[in-house]
Structure formats: C-alpha cells, structure tokens
C-alpha cells in the first residue's frame, strides 16, 4: 500500500527537481498525444524543445521571439506570484493586461500626432495605472464585502475583452483605416514606439522592465520585511495578523501589483510586438502566466526559467504547426498538462512516499 | 466482577516515523471497572485509544475483547462491537444540530423525530440535560461534551473510552460528568478514562495504568496510591514546584474599562464590558471553560482587534485603537493559546519566527529590510536561554514538540522585557517538565516588575502562579479576588457566571438549593 | 420594450440557463463535501467538444449527452486524485483543470466548427407545446431541461433528508471529525468531486448540442465560472441554485434580444452585463456575512490528510 507521509520540513532538493521532472512527464505524456494526432513524438518534441533554438534555418528567428514571448509571461507571473504566495488569487491577469494596454495605447493617440519624448513614459503610466485600476476592483469588493477574488477578477476578464472589442471597432479605431476594426500602428509611430533595443535580441523596454521586476520582487521576498509579511500570510494568516500585518492593504497591495505589472505587460505588448489594438489582442499571456508562477515556484529565479521554457513551447509550438501541421491548441493543451504534473509531483516536496504492506493486525 | 476481562491489551507496539507511540504495552479492563490511562502529553495514551477505537493500527501485539480476538479495522467495528468514544477534541460538527451530530455517530440512526425523543429521555436519565435541535456551534464547550456522550451511549456500549473529558469543564460540571460515570459503571459498563489530572483520577477510578514515552511504567489503586507517588511515576522524576519571593505589587499599568468587542465569526462569543486592572509585579490569573471570550479577549490585548482608545490604557497613555506592532513597541507582549498558526507559522524556521513578533522591540530590521544575522542571533539566544530542544534554529516550528515550541514562543516574548505579557494557555498540551519552566519563567519575569495576565482553563495552574484571580463567563469578567483566598467550589461559581455577586458564598448557598 | 415577446423570452432563458444550471447544481454538491474545484470551465468544455463530436458522428444525441458527461467526469478524476490522494493545493489544481480543459478541447474540436449536430425531440408530443402561453413554457423543451430541475430536486432532497446528505455535510463541515467517526472522507470526496464532473459536461455538450447546436473554439465563454459564482449566490442551497440560474440566464437572453432589436445601447454593453451582473449579485451576497458564513461548508477548500 502506498501511503504519504508529511515531512518535518519541505525537502530542498526535491522543490528544485520537481520541476524538471514535471517538464519530463509532460514530454512523455505530450509525445503520447502527438503519436496520437498521427506525429512522431520524438521529431516533435525535438521541434518544440530544441529547434526554435538550434535548428539551422529556424534559429535565427526564433531565438529573438524567446524573449519576446517571455517578457510578458514573466512580468505578469511576477505579479501573480506575490499575491499567490500571500494568498491573494488574481486570477484575471488576462483582462489586466488588456485594460492596461487599453489605457496605455489610448494615452499615446491621444497626443497623436504629437512628437513629444514625453509621451511613452506617459504611456508606461498609463499602462501601469490601467491594469493598476482593473484590479482595484477584486480588490476593492474583497476588503469592503468579503467578495471571492476569484471569481471577481476572472469574470472581468470577459468584460475586458467585450471592452478591447468596444475600443477596437470604436473609440480607437484607426480614422484612416478604410473602416477596419483596430487602431493606429502604435510601433510605426516615433513617439509611441517600443522599439527592439539590440538588433536581433528581441530584447525591447518590456523585457528590461521583466528583468528589474524579477531582481525587485527577489529582493523583496528575502530581505524585505514586506516580503516577509507577504509569505507569513499566505502561510498562516492568523500569525499574520498577530504579527500586525493588516490582511486588506495586503489584498489591495498585491492586487495592486499584479494589475499594475499586467498592465505595464500589456502596454509593452501593444507599443511594440503587437503594434495596435485589435479585437484579437490578448494571446492569453495572463493566463499562461498563472502555469509559469507555479512551475516557477512562486519564486522570482524561478519564474524567469519558467518564463523562458513557456516561450520556448510558444515558439516550438508555431514551429510544430508549421512542419508537422500540429494543431495550435495541442500546445496549450501541452502547457494545461505541465501544470498538472507539477501540481502532482509536488506532493514530493512536502511528502515522503512509502511502500508498505498492509498492516498486520 | 473480576474473571474474564472485557478487554485485554497484549503487547501492543506501533511506531511512528522517529517516534515509538506504543512499546510492548498490556493491561486489562474489567467489566463494571473504571481504568485510568495515565500519562503526560505524549506518552502514547492517544494512539493507543486510537487503535482500541479502531483508528490506528497496531504494528503488533493483539487485542482481545470478552475473550474473542478483537482488531476493528475501522471505528465502524468497533462501534458495533461495544467500544465508544469521547474525543479529546471534539468530533463534532458545529453547522449542524445536535441530532443529526448524534445520528453520524451511530451505525443505524432512527428517524429524526424518534432519535430527538430518545436524545431527550437518555440525556435527562443520566442528568445531562440536551436539546436535539440546537446547533452544535452555538453550544458551550461542556454542552458539546454532553452531545458527545449521548452519542455513545444511545449505542449502549460495553466500554466507554473518554479522553481527557474535565479539561473544557467547570468544576461543577466535573462532578455532574463524574456522576454519569459513576452510575454507567454501577450499570456494568467500563470506563477507559484517560487523564493527566490525578486527584481526579484517585476521585474516580478502580485501576490505573501509567504510560510514560510510550511504555507501561506502573499499575496502582489509585484510591490507595498518592498523587506524588503517581506523578512520579509519570514524568519519570520529581519536579520542583514554581515559586517566588513574595513581591509587593506596583502602580496599575495597564488598565481596561468597558471593553466590548463583537466576535469575528458566527460562533465566536462576544466580550461584554470587560475591566481589568494590572499592576506592576502582579500575575493575574483569568480561568474559564474554553469558548468564554478567551481568543477574543487576547486579541483585544494584543492590538489583533482594535476597540475605542479609552478602553484600554497602558501607563494612563490610551492604546485600544493600536495595531499590534505599535502596542509591542509601547511594551504589551503576547502569547496566544494556538501555537501553530497563530503564535507561529508552522512552516517557518525559527529565524523567520523569531521576526514575527521581536521586530520593533529587538530592531531586527533597518529601513524595512530584515536584519537577518540579528534576527538568528536572536533566535539561538531564546533557544539557548529557555532550552529548547531543536537541532538548529533552522527548523521549521512544524518540527518542534508542543512543549518545546511553547518555550520557544513564551521565550521569544520574555526575552523582550514586556512591561505587560498576556498568555493564553501557557501549557495546553506540554508536557510537566516544560510546564513547570514556563510557569517559573512567567514568575520570575513578574517578580522583575512586569505585569502578566495569563488565561487558562487549567485551575490547578492558576492557583500555583497567580496572585489575583477572575473568572470569564460568556464573554464577561467577574470580580477579581486574591487567589489564596480561594476555594474550588468558589472558582467553579465564578466559572458558572456566578459573579458580580457581593457575597459569593451567600450565593452559592442560593444555587444549591 | 418592443418586438420582445416574453413568452418566447421565458422559452429562452430556460434554454440559456441549464447548461449553468447543470454546472452550478453538480459544483454545489462538490463544494458540500468541502472541495473547492475551480476547472469547472474546463470540464464544461470538455463535455460540450465531446458530447458535439459524438452526437454528430453517431447521429444520436443521447450518447452525446453521455460522451459530455463521461469526459466531464475524467477530467474531473484528474483533480480528484490530484487534489485528494497526491494533497495538492485545490485553487491551483482547478485552474490548471480549467487551463487543461480549453486546450484540449480546441484540439480535440478542429475539423467540427459547422457541423450539424442531431436533432434532439422534445419528449412532449408537439400538441402540447402548443397550448398558449403555458405550452411553450412547460412543455416545449428537450429531456435534459427536464432533468435538469428533476436533479436539483433530488440534490435537495438527498442533501436536505438523507443519511447521505447528512454525511455529505459532515465532511465538508469537518474533515477531521468525520474521520474520527469512520467516514471515509477521500471516497466521498471523489464521488461528489466524479458528480461534479459529469454535471458540467452534461451541462457542457447541452449547450453545444441543443442551445448553440455548434461547436466554437472557447464556446462556453465563462459559464463555468458563473456556475461557480451561482453556487456563491444560492449560499449552497439547491433551489436557490436553479433561481440564480435562470436570472442570470434571463438576463442574457434579454441582452441576446436587445442587440437583435438594434436599441440604443452599444453591443459590447449588452454583451458584458451577464458577466457585470454577476459580479453585483456576487458582492451583494458575500457583504452579507452572517448568512453565507452559516451556510458556506467549514471546511471548503481545505487539504486533508489522515495522520495515524
């Protein structure tokens, strides 16, 4: 019989290993679906984990897409990781994002056709702020009525969709666009530009600002007292609160963050991979971004990894579409399962597995 | 009586990763007989009624009960067989009403209407009067007891297995459950009573079996056997009882007047018009049955609730609209009863829980950012100082034994030099030897000039460590009254809610008859 | 409002509302045992791509109907044994459930945007329904609208006035507790959580088979999670379920007519209320605290693990 037994403390090296090991059951449980979609699993899962990479002909433009793919993933499950390790479920990262690139793509044309170099720092704010606000709702409605989060910010994701809708057919529609839905290219205009930093890296402002939410966040957790606070009340929160941490500034500070960093994702996006506001904006970032908190451990060093491996399906999963006619949504079925086998194999970490056989009575 | 045993135990092992819970143990149950299993907190007692109620199984030795091989795999065959059980902690389930509680306990549960009727006529037969279609949550901690024995006994079992059944009541109440008993056992039924409180088993039981890390150690007629003899027995060694010199107490420091405060949940109680008056040097002792207000008074002291700012006054400075960081700094420190989850994250090293509460008065962080070198120091100086017993401050608090992560936690405030130290429950669930060093660390800290309120259910506890005594009923404070002056029968009055009375005595007259 | 017919309305909102029904009524009986299983979404989805894929390929709605539930309740397996035997955190694992169900539903559905699926027959003879006013209303619908009230009587029966329902309470109340008394808290848990699953995907290939009658990508567009906020709002009562149910499926037939009958509103408004609706009546049950807190199961979403 097969029974679980709690360690004294979560075990180091297997909270390392889990997700590895994860990424390994996953690739067999991938390659069984491909073999079932009538592919060879093993060409693949080369096409998916090593080709975008290494391929000869692909490589060169695909390695740039890796950050690319990865900023927003990133930037966006840094957020989400502070709330989850506190306890906090912002589960509407998606409709953040969207409302932060909204409101971002919306300060830039405001000023259209301004020149100013004041106007994409003022969309970064504005960017910020937007995804900052939408998540002020969850918020707001949890600390006053006690409102599952939950619930809340992932219905508004269906309400920001219906808005990037609204804007893309109306309010920022593209006056010379011969009436087609999406506005201005925002990447083709000097002033509101995101602009490819270094040439054939991919990296651009997005990307910069993942990579300083990474260091701030880790800095945070391990050597500030707020990040101190944050983990005490996703672990024990009625210690949290006899350690004088007040429960609803952490709700609205971490659904701050997140918002914040969802929107700051989106308004990247929109400046400059995305270039405009269109109906089919969202890729569903936020919600990819949820898989990379956790197989990322809710841990900073970790997310980065994370973030890096879920572009790399992203793009290995084009590819795969492109040479072996792969279905798209095989891959985020691909990435639904990774999530599964490291939720399973984590019970490692926290548990001992033992073999016994039934007890003799 | 005596012949064949109801229930034998035969050299019963079972382990535990690390620990060994039951080593070799045997003894024998009579039928009609009540038999104490003594022991400290952790010394197997637990797990072996687990395994006679069929939770737990035996890794060897065999069990027979009236002369038949006897190994329930699951509580359901035990309960058939005639084995009932009173939790420890409850197994009640506080949404639902007390029939439907009873009716998960039985294995064919009459219809509702009819099982009502019955609870009523068991209950009042055996003087403990229940209503069937109360919710659970709203009932008193001696209440739900009650539910919990009717539950057994509707199932007339042939042995009745009650797990430290006194330590939620009053005194009172102590001998109402005492007389069921008494009577269940004149009706031949056995009792396996399991208790640390010794005059209570010498009240009460026929045998007496002591446990000590998981080893039978002694057998002894507890009538004719005295409570030090037994107490040696169960801790293994003599242990020294708490004192101090006699101090002279101080000004008032801290002060509360007209504090209410609504409850956080739907069972929880609220206090009304709670006043208190500490003075420097002084150990005040606040008793009551669990569930009177006592989590709801601590968090009031601890800053965890806020109230109106006169409600509390510390120095005459007024602090009941402070959070409970700006009260640590100003001097009040507190430790509430639950150790893991509120007094310390489970999950967290004792470094980590070191921060938790000594930030302010030890400056264990610059600027916001964490000092971590201090805080470890910190940690090793309350380990070393008030023993604990832990590879390394490292460790998880998960890790540590209850009365070893009590130490830790009580340590961790002491060793700020509180002007006020509130405790709730110091020693719920640690073993003597540990509560004996808190009790003393509590005395010697009021004997430095502090002021201690401590709260707990265990009377004999506080009337070894406090000077003044008064009792939490509903929510509400009795009078507070100098601790040597009182009798067990007055405590357990002031317990009932008996209180703001001028003359106790004169009442309590008027409560017998 | 012109050109809005209510009794075609009422037909409406009765059709709209079951699949959320179906999900809301299995989802309560979970989150009574004390399972908080967020992958609703995902499993409707499951259940609508496989009921439409076997409908249309066998011609037979009711191996559609039973295609939805068994992939429903699979999918459903997957959280149980995450959740209940390997111990893993319920938020995370109901949200990968649901991130799951979505992709491998749109794999699973490639090839069948615009197939036909079978006509379901109403089991009432056509005369009935023609009956004015009360006809169309009580007599007009498919079998598993039907059903679909007749569960929500049985759920309330069985929770309300059984032995069963009594356990399903006790384990979700208390874990520990039902435990202590023999219950075998994981085994119950998996039945309710297995029930759960093959309500949404009853619910799911109900709406790809008889309300939409085709399959779309993202086709269910989060009535999971308005199943998960109706059990909120019914504070986990079975009649209450079916009452928030077809409010919000009134609603969202209304908007459906309002944007047919061009009134003045812009389309994105109308097409956001059902969710913005949902979020006010949402709010407006949790602020009331005494009465949710008394009703909500103890121990919803909590991870249990026998010691000893």
Same mark, same amino acid.
């Given at each position: ?79 989400? *990781? ?214 990322? =451990?809710?841990?900073?060093? @970790? ?59 | ?41 952790? *010394? ?50 506080? *949404? ?49 007891? =009650? ?40 009706? !031949? ?57 006699? *101090? ?19 069972? @929880? ?9 500490? =003075? ?87 600027? @916001? ?19 604990? =017993? ?11 034994? @209850? ?111 | ?112 945007? !615009? ?194």
């Amino acid at each position: 019989m097969l029974r679980l037994e709690k360690r004294p403390a979560p075990s180091r090296a297997w909270t390392a290993a889990t997700p590895v090991l994860a990424v390994v059951l996953t690739m067999i449980a991938g390659g069984i679906m491909f073999a079932l979609l009538g592919k060879n699993p093993f060409e693949a899962i080369r096409i998916i984990f090593w080709d975008p990479l290494f391929h000869e002909s692909f490589a060169a433009y695909s390695r740039p897409q890796l950050l690319v793919k990865a900023g927003p993933l990133i930037l966006i499950a840094i957020g989400l *990781a502070l709330g989850f390790r506190a306890g906090v479920w912002n589960i509407g990262a998606e409709g953040q994002y969207i409302m932060g690139a909204i409101a971002g793509a919306s300060f830039g044309l405001a000023f259209y056709p301004s020149e100013s170099p004041l106007i994409f720092p003022g969309m970064i704010i504005a960017g910020a702020l937007g995804g900052w606000a939408w998540s002020m709702i969850p918020a707001i409605l949890k600390t006053r009525f006690r409102t599952n989060e939950i619930l809340v910010s992932l219905l508004l994701v269906y309400v920001a969709e219906k808005f990037l809708a609204s804007a893309a057919t109306g309010f920022l529609r593209n006056p010379e666009g011969h009436g087609f839905p999406g506005s201005r290219n925002l990447s083709r205009i000097e002033s509101m530009n995101n602009p490819e930093l270094i040439s054939g890296t991919g990296m651009h402002w997005g990307i910069v600002a993942a990579f300083i939410a990474v260091i701030t966040a880790y800095v945070l957790l391990n050597k500030h007292v707020l990040g101190y606070q944050i983990k005490l009340a996703g672990q024990a929160p009625r210690a949290a609160r006899f350690a004088g941490v007040n429960p609803n500034r952490l709700i609205v500070l971490c659904l701050g963050m997140s918002g914040a960093l969802a929107g700051l994702a989106g308004l990247f996006e929109v400046s400059g991979p995305a270039g405009q506001i269109s109906i089919d904006f969202n890729v569903g970032y936020g919600f990819t971004a949820i898989i990379v908190a956790f197989l990322g =451990r809710l841990h900073p060093i @970790g997310i980065l990894l994370a973030g890096l491996l879920m572009a790399l399906t992203y793009i290995g999963g084009e590819l795969a579409q492109l040479m072996l006619q792969i279905p798209a949504p095989a891959i985020q079925a691909f990435q639904g399962m990774l999530l599964f086998f490291l939720l399973a194999v984590d019970v490692l970490s926290t548990y001992r597995i033992r073999f016994k056989k039934e007890g003799v009575a | 009586m005596t012949g064949d045993p109801l229930l034998s135990i035969n050299n019963i092992t079972k382990a535990y990763p690390g620990v060994v819970a039951n080593s070799d143990v045997s003894f024998q149950i009579q039928p009609g007989e009540v038999h104490a299993l003594l022991g400290e907190n952790g *010394a197997g007692k637990s797990t072996l009624v687990k395994m006679i109620y069929g939770l737990v199984r035996p890794d060897s030795g065999s069990m027979t009960f009236r002369g038949e091989a006897y190994a329930p795999p699951e509580p359901r065959v035990a309960r058939s067989t005639g084995v009932a059980m009173v939790f420890q902690h409850f197994s009640l389930f506080e *949404a639902l009403n007390v029939a439907e509680n009873i009716a998960l306990g039985m294995e064919n549960p009459p219809p509702q209407r009819d099982l009502a009727k019955r609870i009523r006529e068991v209950s009042e037969a055996y003087g403990l009067p229940l209503d069937p279609d109360r919710l659970v949550g709203d009932l008193s901690a001696g209440e739900r007891q =009650r539910v919990e024995i009717i539950r057994c006994l509707l199932q007339d079992p042939k042995l009745l297995i009650m797990d430290e059944p006194t330590s939620v009541l009053t005194p009172q109440e102590v001998e109402i459950l005492f007389h069921t008993l008494r009577k269940l056992a004149a009706e !031949g039924t056995s009792i396996l009573y399991i208790s640390h409180k010794l005059e209570e088993i010498r009240a009460l039981c026929d045998e007496a079996t002591i446990l000590r890390l998981g080893k039978v150690v002694g057998n002894c007629t507890p009538r004719d056997t005295s409570a030090a003899e037994m107490a040696e027995l169960m801790v293994g060694k003599s242990l020294a009882t708490p004192a101090r010199d006699n *101090a002279e107490l101080g000004e008032v420091i801290l002060k509360v007047a007209g504090l209410s405060v609504e409850p956080s949940n739907p069972f @929880g109680t609220p206090l009304r018009h709670v006043g208190i008056e500490l =003075r420097a040097g002084e150990v005040l002792g606040i008793g009551g049955v669990a569930g009177n207000g006592q989590d709801e008074l601590l968090a009031a002291l601890s800053g965890e609730v806020t109230t109106p700012p006169g409600t509390i006054t510390l120095n005459k400075t007024p602090i009941g609209d402070k959070g409970p960081n700006e009260r640590r700094e100003m001097g009040i420190l507190c430790a509430p009863e639950e150790r893991l989850g509120h007094a310390a994250a489970p999950d967290m090293s004792l470094v980590e829980n070191a921060l938790l509460t000594a930030r302010q008065r030890k400056n264990l962080a610059d600027s @916001g950012f964490v000092n971590w070198g201090a805080t470890r120091a910190y940690a090793e100086k309350v380990i070393a100082d008030f023993d604990v =017993r832990t590879p390394g401050p490292d460790n998880v608090a998960r890790s540590l034994s @209850g009365g070893n992560l009590q130490k830790f936690v009580i340590g961790r405030e002491i060793l700020q030099d509180p002007t006020v130290l509130v405790v709730n429950q110091p020693t719920w669930g640690v073993d003597a030897s540990a509560a004996a060093d808190i009790r003393q660390a509590i005395l010697d800290l009021a004997q430095k000039g502090a002021g201690v309120i401590v709260i707990s259910q265990d009377l004999d506890e506080l009337l070894e460590v406090s000077d003044n005594f008064a009792a939490l009923n509903e929510g509400r404070l009795s009078n507070v009254r100098t601790t040597r002056d009182l009798t067990m029968e007055t405590i357990g009055l002031m317990l009932g809610g008996a209180h703001d009375m001028h003359d106790l005595d004169e009442e309590a007259i008027h409560a017998e008859a | 409002m012109m050109g809005i017919d209510p009794i075609t309305l009422i037909v409406a909102l009765i059709t709209v509302s079951t699949p959320v029904l179906l999900a809301a009524i299995g989802e309560l009986v979970v989150e009574k045992t004390g399972v908080l299983n967020l992958g609703v979404e995902g499993m409707m989805i499951t259940g609508a791509v496989m009921g439409f894929v076997v409908a249309v390929n066998t011609g037979s709605p009711t191996l559609g109907f039973l295609a939805g539930m068994a992939s429903g309740m699979a999918l459903s397996l997957i959280f149980g044994v995450l959740t209940q035997l390997l111990l893993s955190n319920q938020v995370a694992t109901g949200l990968a459930l649901t991130l799951f169900g979505l992709g491998l539903s749109a794999l699973l559905g490639v090839g069948y945007p !615009g197939s036909t699926p079978p006509v379901v027959s109403d089991p009432f003879p056509a005369a009935m329904a023609e009956i004015p006013v009360i006809g169309p209303i009580l007599f007009g619908h498919s079998l598993v609208i039907y059903l679909s009230v007749l569960l929500v009587a049985a759920v309330w029966y069985v929770l309300g006035y059984t032995k069963m329902g009594l356990i399903i309470r006790a384990v979700g109340e208390n874990h520990d507790a039902a435990h202590a008394l023999g219950y075998k808290v994981i085994r119950i848990r998996l039945m309710a959580i297995m029930f759960g699953g093959a309500c949404a995907g009853l619910g799911g290939a109900f709406l790809s088979i008889v309300r939409v009658q085709n399959w779309v990508d993202g086709m269910t567009a989060g009535a999971g999670w308005i199943a998960l906020a109706l059990v909120v709002f019914a504070s986990w009562k079975p009649w209450r379920a079916l009452l928030g149910a077809y409010l919000f499926g009134g609603v969202t037939a209304l908007q459906l007519r309002l944007q047919a009958a061009g009134i003045d509103i812009p389309v994105e408004i109308l097409a956001m209320s059902p969710y913005v609706i949902t979020i006010v009546v949402l709010v407006i049950m949790s602020s009331d605290k005494s009465r949710t807190a008394l009703n909500a199961p103890a121990a919803l979403g909590k991870v249990f693990h026998a010691t000893g």
